[in-house]
């Protein structure tokens, strides 16, 4: 069972222990001051020529797939070795798994096609996550 399957689980009220660390993780990214936060990181793909790509996140149509490879592009070894070491699992693993869960979270934090204005996105995730509506 992969990483995101574990994460599916959780959410479906499975008794995988893996679903936290790795929301955790994506909206710390999400969430991260330092980079902006959710502004910042849809920047950084833009910049990154992935417009396309997060853009179909944040609209209202459909989200556009992005690979394991992408990511690394936009991240960066360093940060996805630092991800990857603290979910336990390779860079490959961590960029995989991240790419299947990210454009879900950052399609779910701008339901009307939006990025939204201040608040904070860390509790928006968690409610989501409690309310099980990141997967619906």
């Known amino acids: 069972m992969g990483l995101l ?7 479906a009220g499975g008794q995988s222990g893996e679903a936290s660390p790795l929301l955790n993780i994506v909206m ?5 001051p330092q ?3 959710l502004g910042g990181l849809v920047q950084s793909f833009r910049q ?3 417009g396309e790509l997060v853009n179909s996140w944040v609209s209202t149509g459909q989200n556009l797939p992005i690979s394991a490879e992408q990511l690394q592009s936009v991240l960066g070894g360093g940060q996805l070795q630092n ?6 699992v390779s860079p490959e ?5 991240l790419a299947d869960l990210l454009p879900k979270v950052v399609d779910q934090l701008t ?4 990025l939204p204005e ?3 996105l860390l509790a928006q995730g968690l409610d989501m996550l409690k309310k099980g509506g990141l997967f619906s």
């Open 28 to 32: 710390q990214l999400i969430n991260n």
């Open 48 to 50: 990154g020529g992935l």
């Open 83 to 88: 991800i990857a070491a603290q979910l336990g």
């Open 111 to 114: 339901p009307n096609g939006q």
């Open 118 to 120: 201040g608040g904070d």
């Open 93 to 97: 693993q961590a960029s995989g798994s």
């Open 5 to 11: 399957d574990s994460v599916v689980g959780a959410l």
């Open 35 to 37: 980079t902006g936060g």
